[in-house]
Each structure stands twice: as structure tokens, then as C-alpha cells.
């Protein structure tokens, strides 16, 4: 009969060293939480991408690989085990009838929730990792999938099969990213007040004035709201965009007669796609990722032929360190519009 091991704390400690092997052993790094506030989270992974370049070494180009960040964030709660047991429970591991998988215990039904709480609010994906610390050996499953939980209410349910490796990151890169159809998007309409009033022979002033009815500042104002990602906000960052110096007088001239369109591109459209990430920002308390996503319409004018007229958003994602449970929301603000397929 084996001893059972009540070391819960060298366990997990153990069990976090494995995991943090295999993570670096797959070029990314591993950042972990302080222990006294690691309730729900024990990490995150910062992942990073393989670069190709050419360094020169005593004056000759030599072929060097290196790692750049990405800036996407992966979750990871650890959870370990002294040794799995053949029959039965042991700690944290729960034999099921269908052999091809096991369940990782809780405790309580309640426990789980507030963990499923603080595992939403996380700004990427969020991963469990289960490790045998006998065999070193580790799966890992979905936190942010409903269908790794079991119908119990206490226990998260890992396949077998789902075994945590350096090539587990093809699979665990591709979640939470946004659905996106490049071959379909939809049509709208534009209508006589899609347009702002824009004087010609003043239209520098009362551009701006367009702009700020958009933003709020100015003499009327009408919240922009998409239904997928929330209140979207005209900010001056926005304007100094699509308005800066070294950007075509045509482009310029488009995106301001785009901006009422803009508004109705984001009020409509429900599917966007990410096009860049911005630096991660992080501070003793908080982590934010900045992104950059896009919306896409056909939009029928009604004084000329149709067009895809695209918009492009810039969201703040922020996560509380130290309190998990602290649902932060996202951050929305205009970026740009324009036609991606006009030659001006």
C-alpha cells in the first residue's frame, strides 16, 4: 500500500517546477504569481515566437535565432500529485468509469465557482495543468470550456490523452482567438444621416466639430455600442490617426467623410478579427494588453458605387493582479476608417 503523501505544499511547489520546466523548454516563460495571493492562479505564461535573423561576428553575417514576445498571456493553475493511484481517489485525482479520462477534485461545488469567477476575468486563455510528480508527467485542460467541467459541480474533467508537452502549445495558442469570416461579411446601408455636415469652405473646424459629436465633446452626442465588444469610445487619439501628418491629403479627406459610417460599421458588425498586438503593460498591480481588431462591411451608398469600408479599433484588455475576482471591463476606442481596396 503506498504512504500517502500530506505534503500539499512541496507538492504544489513541485508540481509548478515540472510544469515551468516544459513551458521554457517551449520557448516561452513562465511568471509566477506571489504565493500569498495566488488563490485561482498560479502563473501566466508569456508567450513568445521564434525569429530568424543575421548577426555579424568578426565581420562575417552569421544566421542567429532568437525569441521575440507576442504579447498573448496563458493563464495556468497547477494542480500536482505525489503519485496517481491505481484504484480509487487519491488527493486531488478522481478515477471516472470511462478510462480515458480522470478528474481533477475541488472539494466543493462552491469552491469551484468562485475559482470559475477568477478564471473568466483573466484577460487570455486559462489552463489547468495536472502533474504527476512521480513520472513527471502532465496534462492540462480548457479552464475557460464548460465542457471540462463535470456535471458534479466540484471536479474539472482532463483527457488522458491531453498530455501537457512543448507541442502543447500549438493547440493552447489557438484558444480565445476571435472569430473572424474573411470571405463573408455583411452588407449595410448608408443613409443620408450616416454623414456628418461637413462645410467646404471650412473644413478643417467643422471636421472637428463632426469628429467631437462622435467622441462627446461636442453639440450632439449619440453612444456608439457594438454588441460583441461594447461602448466604443472617439477619443483625440483616434483623430491625431487618421489626421497625422505623414498620411495621403485623399486618405485623410475619405476617413472624414467615413466617420458617420464608422459609426454604423460598429453598431452592426458583431464579427472582427485581431490584425496586431500592441507592447504588454504591466504594473505592481495590474496587467494590460493593448490589441488592435478590425471590423469589415459592404456598404451600399447611396450617391456611389458600393465599397468594403473597414474600421479598425483599439482595445485595452486589464487584469487585477491582485484581486483576481476584480472583473476589469474591456476598453474600446476608435483607431481608423478607410477603404482597404481604394487607390487614392
Not at 59 to 67: C, L, S
Not at 170 to 180: A, D, H, M, Y
Not at 184 to 189: A, C, D, G, M, Q
Request: aromatic share 10%; with cysteine.
Amino acid at each position: 500500500m503506498n504512504r500517502r503523501d500530506l505534503d500539499t505544499q512541496g507538492i504544489g511547489k513541485r508540481a509548478l517546477t515540472i510544469a515551468q520546466g516544459i513551458v521554457e523548454d517551449a520557448g516561452h516563460f513562465l511568471q509566477t504569481v506571489d504565493g500569498s495571493i495566488d488563490k485561482g492562479i498560479d502563473g501566466y505564461v508569456r508567450m513568445r515566437r521564434r525569429t530568424k535573423g543575421f548577426k555579424v561576428i568578426n565581420k562575417r553575417k552569421i544566421p542567429v535565432a532568437d525569441y521575440e514576445e507576442t504579447g498573448n498571456l496563458i493563464g495556468v493553475q497547477v494542480k500536482g500529485i505525489s503519485l496517481i493511484p491505481e484504484t480509487g481517489s487519491h488527493s486531488y485525482y478522481i478515477a471516472l468509469k470511462d478510462k480515458s479520462y480522470f478528474a481533477v477534485n475541488f472539494g466543493k461545488k462552491e469552491v469551484l465557482d468562485k475559482l470559475k469567477i477568477i478564471w473568466s476575468n483573466f484577460i487570455g486563455p486559462m489552463i489547468l495543468i495536472f502533474v504527476d510528480i512521480k513520472s513527471k508527467e502532465c496534462w492540462w485542460a480548457d479552464l475557460k470550456d464548460e465542457t471540462s467541467y463535470s456535471l458534479n459541480g466540484y471536479s474539472i474533467i482532463v483527457g488522458k490523452n491531453n498530455k501537457f508537452t512543448r507541442d502543447s502549445f500549438r493547440s493552447i495558442n489557438k484558444l480565445g482567438r476571435e472569430l473572424f469570416s474573411k470571405k463573408v461579411i455583411p452588407n449595410l446601408k448608408a443613409e443620408n444621416h450616416h454623414f456628418q455636415s461637413i462645410s467646404l469652405s471650412n473644413f478643417k473646424n467643422s471636421a472637428k466639430e463632426a469628429y467631437s459629436n462622435l467622441s462627446g465633446s461636442g453639440e450632439i452626442f449619440l453612444p456608439t455600442v457594438n454588441p460583441t465588444l461594447g461602448p466604443i469610445r472617439y477619443t483625440r487619439s483616434g483623430w491625431n490617426h487618421i489626421t497625422r501628418l505623414n498620411r495621403r491629403k485623399m486618405r485623410i479627406f475619405n476617413s472624414i467623410l467615413l466617420l458617420g459610417v464608422s459609426r454604423l460599421v460598429c453598431e452592426k458588425v458583431t464579427k472582427f478579427t485581431s490584425v496586431k498586438k500592441g507592447l504588454l503593460r504591466e504594473s505592481e498591480r495590474y496587467l494590460k494588453r493593448v490589441e488592435f481588431i478590425t471590423l469589415r462591411a459592404n456598404i451600399q451608398f447611396n450617391f456611389r458605387e458600393s465599397a468594403v469600408v473597414q474600421v479598425v479599433l483599439r482595445r485595452v484588455k486589464t487584469f487585477d493582479k491582485i484581486h483576481f475576482e476584480n472583473k476589469i471591463e474591456d476598453q474600446v476606442f476608435f483607431h481608423s476608417v478607410y477603404e482597404p481596396y481604394r487607390k487614392d
